[in-house]
């Protein structure tokens, strides 16, 4: 079955930097478009970041466009997020999923990521 398994959140100062990693397996990983999302405290699940089936287009939400960067190793199975000056309002819980995900299908348990001084 499918599975997705995030890592390499952690608490970071604000202007740090984190990445993100997502290991996937139960489905064939390199036919799908992959996505990066985040749930903050008391807010909806919102999309961060698509990347397409080879890598090679990528589109970011205005909030963190020119900051945050997806990418994939299809080898792997992997998906990653580079994620550069970071913010306070970055602090989320962040999942990786197909592109499209909806809220009744499969998540893992996610990464948290803690943006504060």
């Known amino acids: 079955q499918v599975q997705l398994v995030e890592s390499g959140g952690g608490w970071v100062q604000p202007g740090g930097s984190l990445s993100l990693s997502c290991a996937a397996s139960g489905f064939t990983f390199r036919s799908y478009h992959m996505s990066w999302y985040r749930q903050a405290p008391g807010k909806e699940r919102e999309w961060v970041a698509t990347t397409s089936t080879t890598g090679g287009l990528t589109n970011y939400a205005d909030s963190v466009e020119g900051r945050f960067t997806i990418s994939r190793d299809n080898a792997k199975n992997t998906l990653y997020l580079q994620m550069n000056s970071l913010k306070p309002e970055d602090t989320a819980l962040y999942y990786c999923?197909?592109?499209?995900?909806?809220?009744?299908?499969?998540w893992g348990q996610g990464t948290q990521v803690t943006v504060s001084s």
């Open positions: 999923n197909k592109m499209g995900a909806q809220p009744y299908d499969y």
